[in-house]
DNA sequence: TTTTTTATAATTGTCGACAATCCAATGCTT
DNA sequence: AAGCATTGGATTGTCGACAATTATAAAAAA
């Protein structure tokens, strides 16, 4: 066996968890929506006790919520929500800046670097399609949170609160100059990280989530007031 | 029914996970061992699927590691991950003290305050016995926590973080003079997000827990070189 | 008509057994 | 004797069925 491949062995609960996370996330099930364990055990060929297991995850990323004997239910988005949620995510990534500004390798910075050039080339081809502006930002964000070296922070970040951020965006959508205006910022933390300048990159990326939960925002308020 | 009385279903699953949480935290389990279902289910007289939906929970909080098709391990302590939690407790609790100068009424303030007093009686009366004096910090920091009412902050320090910060807390213990300080910080806390000082009560936030992780460092470091 | 009660149905929580996987010890080959 | 394949034991993951609880809706009483 290579040393490349690790053998953690993918069980059923990783696979039904993965399927209902991305089918919420984007909204095939839609928020609000309550969870039957037999209607999802029926629709994924398996047993409850896998399917309970990921949904105690998907609990656990604040994607569904659950009350004993009661059921589960997709969860809502709202304004609410969104500004507690971003609140927390300023706080953390800006803590993981300066951490990363202390941490990252210049190996690790090099990398980074080079998924943006990256990221660049592929939003020219691909202009518009904000999928790719998507996952290049997930991606973004995820190698500075894990340049932080802190397993509590890279946890909470990346596998408790990433996913309902994701939710937000993907169902509330990024739109007109914000998409291109991300580029520049993500830039200009990554050269405040290599240049070990942890309170300017903190700095710069709050006001980067802040624009990001601004923009959210006004969505919300447009679907909130048009059709209703 | 009262209306205050919530009727939220007690289920063998949550018992168990009280149970193997306390022992956990309190030491009854060492830390470093090997769980085993089985042994365990035969222990707490239930089936593996309730423990096993503790176990998960177990994992949320950190008290233990799973690896899959391989078991699960409790956690072991060291001062690498003391640093790392407290490092993100100081950044959530501070925030959480920023929050609460906004959000807490004055009768909040109030309740924390007669609980000061409280302790402090308790503490006169049973002076000494380092249990209370736990069992009273976890309180006020409790609270403020509350206070914040941002709904994801509380679940991630109450929820997920305070069992650990309480394990290291226990088994590495308070000692020494920080036990009867740590009254006059709480003190100072409150009055800071009395007068709506958010900056002052995140400041002095950030100073309390520091001091008492220095506190834990040292139990760890000399017991790390007495015996070993 | 409104409220309370009751019974039915559906859902969640729990159980014991089976299947798949992994760890350790043993025996075989070089 | 050292390294590697193999087998045995134990553990985890999964399944289907049962028990306990709750929500729904119909029926009875105010």
Redesign the interface.
Known sequence: MLATEFK??I?AA?RVLVQIRTAIVEGDIPAGTKISEPELARRYDLSR?PL??AL??LE?C?LIER???AGARVVKLSIEGLR??Y??RE??EG?ACR?AAEHMTEQDIAEVRALLDQHLSTQRVREGESYYQEAGDVDFHYRVILGSK????I??LSD??YFLVRMYRVQLGMNGPRVSRAFDEHKAIINAIANRDGELADLLMRRHIAASRRNIEQQLLQQGTSHD
Do not use: F, G, K
């Not at 802190?150 to 922070?153: K, V």
């Open positions: 953690q062995a069980t990783d006790a309970r297991e105690a995850r656990r604040h009350t004993p004997n507690s949620l609140q927390l706080e953390l803590l951490l802190n397993p509590y922070l946890n909470i408790e609160l």
